[in-house]
């Protein structure tokens, strides 16, 4: 008689293997959502270039510190992953951050410009300088980390807002560039996050109801993976039951 194994170790098999001998570069790497998706992609039998402003030690198998919103900082990040490694399969983009609370004639220039700067330029010069090395191979995953507040606006919040409208909107304009080429661009759009920051930041709320970086990290994985080389372009919702 033959026992069928127990399904959820056919799925935790499954995941083991998922990205095996690809490389990835998770930018955004050192950050509350970062180091648990590195962690799932080294699981997952990736290779990972952990690149982040300030590095931390045991994140990722090899690390380049970098500062994304300067476009010469990107060129010389992937730069110095492709000098190590030898390609990059793979580019997950987490960088990003939260700041304003206010209406729109009390939001300073500063703020405004510090929304784009980190949610969408970060994305535009990190993926310009990986795109012709994954064209050139004609494979490869980008995969950015987004908000629902990029699809769902939010009174006060109009530069975070805005940033991440402009996010989702490069990624998707990405993603009819390449269609035909191999490589595929999504983007995940998390609800409020359960990290250490963000309860800190809103000790009354319900964290139980907020997405697990785990949760995230999944999906991010799945999308790296081959299974998922017929989506491309899309907006996913993952927001809990936040």
């Known amino acids: 008689m033959i026992v069928a194994e127990p399904e959820s170790k056919h799925q935790a098999r499954a995941h083991m293997k998922a990205l095996k001998n690809k490389i990835a570069m998770i930018t955004g790497a050192t ?4 180091e648990t998706v590195t962690t799932a992609f080294q699981d997952a039998g990736a290779t990972v270039a952990a690149v982040a402003r300030t590095i931390k030690p045991n994140v990722g198998d090899l690390t380049v ?8 900082e990107a060129q010389r990040a992937a730069e110095e992953i492709l000098q190590r ?3 990059i399969d793979v580019l997950a983009h987490l960088v ?4 304003g609370g206010r209406p729109v004639p009390e939001t300073d220039y500063t703020t405004w410009r510090q929304m784009i700067s980190l949610n969408l330029d970060t994305a535009f ?17 980008i995969i950015a980390i987004g908000s629902r507040t990029g699809v769902e606006p939010v009174a006060g919040l109009s530069a975070y807002g805005v940033s991440k409208a402009g996010l989702i909107a490069f990624i998707r304009t990405l993603a009819a560039e390449v269609k035909d080429s191999g490589i595929t661009a999504n983007i995940v759009l ?5 990290t250490p920051a963000n309860r800190v930041a809103n000790p009354s ?36 039951r936040a």
Not at 125 to 141: D, E, K
Not at 190 to 194: A, G
Not at 229 to 236: E, K, L, S
């Open 96 to 99: 990003g951050g939260f700041s």
């Open 205 to 240: 709320a319900d964290f139980s109801r907020w997405v697990k970086p785990s949760a995230i990290a999944e999906v991010l994985v799945w999308l790296a993976s081959d299974n998922a080389a017929a989506i491309n372009g899309a907006v996913i919702p993952v927001y809990g």
């Open 125 to 141: 010069n990190v993926m310009r300088v990986v795109l012709p090395h994954m064209l050139g191979r004609q494979t490869g995953r």
């Open 190 to 194: 998390p609800s409020v996050i359960d």
């Open 31 to 34: 950050g509350g959502l970062g």
């Open 65 to 72: 510190a970098a500062d994304l919103s300067v476009p010469e």
């Open 85 to 87: 490694v030898g390609r």
